[in-house]
């Protein structure tokens, strides 16, 4: 018996009750590697030594203080640690509790900004096809995930959605990187002109797509052919890297890697590791200025923004991972990673791809690798793979959906930032049985 509403109302989940370093252990005894950071999220795994003595001090001195009376020192110092490095002209950030609100926030700030200079007729949001913005109902309006958005489309605002850049499914046979970018960048200016130039205020969009495709990366210079378009018609581009960033990639901001910056920022999951509830919008100051300069504030709050407790979580982790020099690791692991999974599945009859950056990795099934033919989705192929990755003490992030919503299924990997090449030999090893016997089924 159980007053909890879970996730699937059938099928309570089991009960954890220890976990430490990439492994729980559930109130039978049972250990499970964590080989996907719950939602990518732990990226310091769990019980880490100075994340908890940073979270015990900060209890000592201060646990809740509200930001319409007071900032505090360690909130003022997770800004400063996030601007540090960030891309260039991002100048500020606004700490709130998770991925959905940051991005709701996100959204208001490009709303906001255009009211504030002069230009409100700007109100249209354009994003992609199977991307994930968060839950709440503004991000879900923005995201591209139909199977979440299918039955509260009624509730949600109006929302632009262009391809995806997913080589795997849209590159036509023989078409380069390059021109391949090109032709999924224009999509995005063929919108903004049908929609009116002078009416679109932003552009939003995963620098590598998580759990909607799996790990899906963007080829060539997409985005910086992304970054000219937004430019060159006053668009505001917002990157969503709640998952993708603070480091899963190898980077510690995910668009690094694609040599560009946004106008708008956000991250959560990787931020705090899991300690503690925690997500960021990180605003240029162009967006600042125009704020400061027209109403001087963001018309926009939560009770526990900026929560100090939160704030020591998230300092603290980041603070581990540039002391322990982390992100090398993921790289380095990233790499182990790949050839692992390519030596379990790149003959694979049903592993069509394999695909991902740094510790944020996925394989995509098929039923027919020539024809990348999906599996039957009443299969629930996704289900039974987790399923019985769970039985073999692996935890994994399966979706389905993974083509168009209803179509397709991918298994995506992003173990903490800690993972050693033998860990990474004992889930990939797990996985390949896991596969085998959802295959079997």
């Known amino acids: ?29 049972k250990c499970y590697i964590d080989a996907s950071g719950g939602a990518a999220v732990s990226c310091l795994g769990h019980a880490h030594p100075d994340v908890l003595a940073a979270l015990h001090a900060q209890l000592d001195k201060l646990a809740y203080a509200h930001t319409g009376f007071f ?31 940051a991005v709701e926030a996100a959204l208001k700030m490009a709303r906001q900004y255009f009211t504030e200079t002069g230009q409100p007729q700007r109100r249209h949001i354009i994003a992609r096809r199977q991307s994930y913005h968060g839950n709440t109902l503004g991000a879900l309006a923005a995201g591209g995930n139909e199977w979440r958005r299918a039955q509260f489309k009624p509730l949600l605002m109006q929302a632009h959605h262009i391809a995806p850049c997913y080589a795997y499914r849209d590159q036509h046979t023989g078409e380069t990187d390059a021109a391949y970018a090109t032709r999924a960048a224009a999509e995005l200016e063929a919108k903004i002109i049908e929609l009116g130039p002078d009416t679109v205020a932003a552009f939003i969009a995963e620098p590598v ?12 210079d997409y985005f910086k052919q992304i970054r000219a378009i937004c430019d060159r018609y006053g668009v505001l581009l917002i990157l969503d890297e709640v998952m993708c960033g603070m480091g899963r990639t190898g980077y510690r901001y995910a668009c690094e ?25 990180l605003l240029s100051a162009r967006i600042y200025e125009a704020f400061a300069k ?5 018309q926009h709050g939560h009770t526990y923004m900026g929560h100090p407790m ?8 980041q603070q581990v991972i540039a002391r322990d020099n982390l992100l090398e690791n993921v790289q380095a692991m990233g790499a182990v990673l790949r050839a692992q999974l390519q030596n379990h599945f790149g003959q694979h009859p049903h592993i069509g791809d394999i695909r991902g950056r740094g510790l944020f990795q996925a394989i995509e099934l098929v039923a027919d690798r020539d024809t990348k033919a999906p599996f039957d989705p009443a299969r629930k192929l996704h289900a039974r793979i987790k399923a019985e990755a769970m039985a073999r003490g692996l935890m994994v992030y399966p979706m389905g959906g993974t083509i168009d919503g209803v179509l397709g299924d991918h298994v995506l990997l992003a173990p903490p930032f800690i993972v050693t090449e033998h860990d990474l030999a004992e889930i990939t090893g797990r996985l390949s049985e896991a596969v085998e016997a959802a295959l079997a089924a």
């Open 257 to 281: 890697y694609d040599g560009i910056a946004p106008d708008l920022l956000t991250i959560a999951k990787g931020l705090g590791g899991g300690f503690q509830p925690i997500g960021a919008t």
């Open 209 to 220: 797509v998580g759990a909607t495709a799996g790990a899906v990366p963007a080829v060539a």
């Open 310 to 317: 939160a704030a020591a979580a998230g300092l603290a982790v």
């Open 71 to 101: 900032t505090t020192e360690v909130a003022e110092a997770l800004a400063d640690n996030l601007i540090a490095g960030a891309p260039e002209g991002l100048s500020h950030v606004y700490l709130v509790s998770g991925g959905s609100e």
């Open 294 to 298: 027209g109403s001087g504030f963001f």
């Open 1 to 29: 018996m159980t007053h909890l509403l879970h996730r699937s109302i059938h099928t309570p989940p089991r009960r954890a009750t220890t976990a430490q370093g990439i492994r729980f252990t559930d109130s039978e005894g």
